[in-house]
């Protein structure tokens, strides 16, 4: 049987990639401790999701085991070595507000821990195809550069700009704001190319917008999507961190990044770097959001705007996937964002009302 070993693997793209691969006759080996409880407290714990992933999949097996522990992770990659077909390293401190509070943790997290995977993957399982999950982040604040238009409820480019459908892989990493949290990615990000391009492992970098999906934890500090929909189901302050609640992401279900993950894994490329997320399709600004999530519950949202915006934030950032696309030709979205948006309401409403 083939095995895929999948870090963060009862989060949101973890749990996913489990039950995605799991279906494909893949054996699921997942590395994760809940620490993203450590992170964000108790609407941060996956427990839930695993309990969930144990009922649903029998031969799923979890080591609960800290990714910066070398010695163990080791053990794991002798134990399966080259029965490991594929790699999905999703695991992180994925928060650039939370990077702040402990940057040596959010270091030794996100880039440390990546350069273990990769020796371990190059030392054990060589011919593995190893994804790594990165973010726009590495771009810094120079999305913020862009020249926007003010609309009622959303920042906006002109047609004719050459970003309008999206930031692409050329807009440089250099000269801006990162944000701790994006340099930690960023060392990452380079790490993974490097050891495609220069030691030939099979590498795909994917740098991500906003993954959402029913099976996140969302807390205030990371997954502003899922949290949204929480605070308004519960009836709870929702606080928007500056620019007026403008602010532009693109969405993208957590179903639709695992099989765009599947299509680099059937045909990889070595160090690869893709911008990956629910393009202008599935964009909104959060007041945007607000509107369309009052819509499906029929609940006013509780919301405050803050003058103050968070560091290195993004103005707007829109993904273009012309890339990816022109190399996976048959991959395309599954999702838009009023049936993200309704899957998670209901989802969120069942485990606030279990039958």
């Not at 870090?7 to 809940?34: C, H, M, P, Q, W």
């Not at 030691?199 to 997954?223: D, M, Q, V, W, Y």
């Amino acid at each position: 049987m083939k095995h895929v070993l999948i870090t963060g693997s009862n989060g949101l793209v973890g749990s996913e990639a489990v039950n995605f691969f799991s279906k494909k006759n893949y054996r699921a080996i997942g590395i994760d401790n809940n620490l993203r409880n450590y992170f964000f407290g108790v609407q941060g714990d996956t427990r839930w999701k695993l309990a969930d992933l144990k009922k649903k999949n029998r031969k799923y097996i979890n080591y609960s085991i800290d990714i910066r522990n070398y010695k163990k992770i080791e053990n794991i990659f002798k134990k399966y070595s080259n029965k490991i077909k594929c790699v999905i390293h999703a695991a992180a401190q994925p928060s650039h507000d939370w990077a702040y509070k402990e940057p040596v943790t959010d270091f030794s997290v996100n880039a440390l821990a990546t350069l273990y995977m990769l020796e371990l993957t190059k030392k054990f399982s060589p011919k593995a195809v190893f994804i790594y999950l990165s973010t726009n982040k590495v771009y810094g604040d120079l999305p913020n550069y862009l020249k926007f238009s003010k609309k009622k409820k959303r920042f906006e480019l002109k047609k004719k700009d050459k970003y309008f459908n999206g930031i692409d892989e050329c807009m440089s990493i250099d000269n801006s704001m990162h944000s701790l949290f994006g340099v930690s990615k960023c060392s990452a990000d380079l790490l993974v190319q490097e050891y495609g391009k220069n030691l030939k492992l099979k590498t795909g970098i994917f740098r991500a917008g906003c993954i959402t999906g029913p099976n996140h934890s969302g807390a205030e500090l990371h997954g502003f999507l899922n949290y949204l929909i929480k605070c308004n189901l519960n009836k709870k302050l929702y606080k928007i961190f500056g620019y007026k609640g403008k602010q532009v992401r693109d969405n993208i279900h957590s179903f639709d990044l695992i099989n765009c993950f599947w299509s680099f894994i059937k045909k990889p490329r070595y160090g690869e770097v893709y911008n990956i997320g629910g393009s202008r399709l599935n964009s909104c600004s959060v007041l945007e959001l607000i509107s369309k999530i009052e819509k499906f519950t029929k609940i006013k949202m509780n919301f405050k705007i803050q003058k103050k915006n968070r560091k290195g934030d993004h103005k707007w950032y829109i993904s273009d996937v012309a890339k990816f696309k022109s190399h996976y030709p048959k991959w395309k979205l599954k999702y838009n964002l009023d049936e993200i948006i309704i899957q998670t309401i209901e989802h969120l409403r069942d485990k606030m009302n279990p039958r």
